[in-house]
């Protein structure tokens, strides 16, 4: 074995033990056969191809076709999307102060348009190396700022752009000419959009509180315009009898980014805040991905809403455990922990006891502010009606991990707390828009199975219930990817079952 098919080897990792059994010598057998002569290291793009092809097996996603040409339409739109966006940040927003903001942030943003110059002009295996460059460049803009104390572009911006260079680099490298004349007008036309909708805004803002919120409004419209102009590609293939799931899956991998740019305007806290936004499309975005697939097998198996809740419920009482000090019942939280350990060892009636136990203890002795304590009991629910199967631990681990990043975000990036702890324990409240999201999902995969509808029906109103309670009071603050996607979903849905009635007609 020589050194490159070693390191092709050590790539395979990303891959599931059974799959590596089964293809490994097939796969770097293909790779080795494509190899130029004295190569001794894998090139870039196939590095690339075997790292996402992994992830993709892991995840389940490779054997859907449609998701795999979704990603080949998203991936030059995101490119566009990523390098008109920079041009506009550095040469239309950052001269509004007279001078840059900080070194880091227009190095990254003439990064993006180097790769853009370099996807269109460099052949076609090279075409992602510079891709890859802007999203380094990118990713160094967070602790270089931390480190200099200089001001940074918007967090939610450097992420979407990010995200939009691992769209790219999961697409095929561009062939011919034509791809690469589109996504250049494509950056031309997004950065000339967005100097527009500037236009328009700048006269009322005047960018007296610095140019954070604006930026993420206006980004989140011109992303919002690329995922329409997408889907209407959806709805063009529906009316003329054509596959519209790669559409389907182009609009939203963008849209996943894209919800990350918003709301439009910051509500009073702890109201619908940035990270309620983020959060909320995310799941909105996934859970309209798991509808797109299609797939025979559950998009969320029920046992999983019961694990997940039960481990977020136990994740969230540590937090407020030791966020409310000793004293003041705050000992009434360990009713979660001890129920999120035995639950693996006890059958489904032993779950059931240890978490009402929780509940209860929660309720009469829990110090947190009133919308904890509710939270905390409508997930403990959630387990009682969907006992947890597996280690919920994990999400337990994961729940308090968050909790303690989402506190150092409310606090500048902190480690000391300067922030009272009753805002930021509401800010982490909204870290349960992802368990109460699997719920909802579940309880719509019950009612599908046509068993057990009124566990169902009460997954789905706890699920859906919380998080309109939370969100819906700020829907003029949504952004424009968290309005579009149920509507467009809505309208495709009307579309689909009216052509579906016309065929029954004929």
Not at 30 to 45: E, N, V
Not at 100 to 114: D, E
Not at 281 to 292: E, K, L, R
Request: aromatic fraction near 8%; glycine fraction near 12%.
């Amino acid at each position: 074995m020589d050194s490159l098919e070693r390191r092709y080897r050590r790539l395979l990792v990303a891959y599931p033990s059974a799959y590596r059994h089964r293809r490994a010598d097939e796969i770097v057998g293909t790779f080795l056969d494509l190899a130029a002569p004295g190569q001794t290291r894998p090139r870039l793009a196939d590095a690339a191809d075997l790292l996402s092809g992994g992830v993709r097996q892991r995840l389940g996603l490779d054997t859907d076709a449609d998701l795999n040409a979704g990603a080949a339409l998203a991936g030059p739109v995101a490119l566009a999307l990523a390098a008109g966006l920079s041009a506009f940040l550095w040469w239309s927003v950052e001269p509004l102060f007279g001078s840059p903001l900080s070194h880091a942030a227009p190095a990254a943003y003439a990064a993006w348009l180097l790769a853009l110059a370099g996807w269109v002009a460099l052949p076609a295996r090279y075409a992602r190396w510079p891709v890859a460059l802007a999203m380094a460049v990118t990713a160094l803009v967070l602790p270089v700022t931390l480190t200099t104390g200089e001001p940074r572009p918007p967090l939610w911006v450097v992420l979407a752009l990010l995200a939009f260079g691992a769209l790219t680099l999961a697409a095929p490298a561009p062939r011919g000419a034509t791809v690469r004349l589109a996504v250049t007008t494509g950056a031309l036309v997004t950065a000339a959009l967005a100097k527009w909708l500037l236009a328009g805004q700048l006269p009322a803002t005047r960018w007296a509180t610095g140019y954070y919120q604006p930026v993420l409004s206006l980004a989140g419209l011109v992303v919002a315009v690329a995922v329409a102009g997408v889907a209407a590609g959806a709805v063009l293939a529906a009316v003329e009898g054509r596959r519209a799931r790669p559409w389907l899956w182009a609009a939203l991998l963008l849209a996943l980014p894209g919800g990350w740019l918003g709301p439009r305007s910051t509500a009073v806290e702890p109201g619908f805040g940035r990270l309620a936004e983020v959060m909320l499309a995310t799941c909105v975005v996934v859970a309209a991905m798991t509808g797109v697939r299609g797939s025979t097998r559950p998009a969320v198996p029920v046992h999983r809403a019961g694990r997940v809740a039960l481990g977020c419920a136990a994740g969230l009482a540590a937090y407020f455990w030791l966020g409310a000090g000793p004293g003041n019942g705050s000992w009434g939280y360990a009713g979660w922990l001890v129920a999120v350990l035995v639950a693996p060892l006890l059958p489904v009636l032993g779950q059931r006891i240890v978490v009402g136990l929780a509940m209860g203890l929660t309720l009469v002795v829990g110090s947190a502010p009133g919308g904890a304590l509710f939270t905390l009991v409508l997930l403990g629910i959630v387990a009682l009606l969907v006992p947890a199967r597996g280690v919920p631990l994990p999400a337990a681990f994961g729940t308090f991990l968050a909790a303690a990043v989402v506190t150092s975000y409310d606090n500048g990036w902190r480690l000391t707390p300067t922030v009272p702890f009753a805002h930021t324990a509401n800010l982490v409240l909204t870290l349960a828009i992802v368990p109460f999201t699997v719920a909802a999902l579940a309880g719509v995969t019950v009612v599908r199975g046509r068993a057990h509808r009124v566990r169902g029906v009460a997954l789905l109103l706890a699920g859906t219930g919380w998080v309109g309670a939370l969100t819906v009071p700020h829907l003029a603050a949504w952004g424009p990817i968290l309005v579009l996607v149920p509507l467009a979903g809505t309208g495709l849905g009307v579309l689909l079952l009216v052509r579906a009635a016309l065929r029954r007609r004929r």
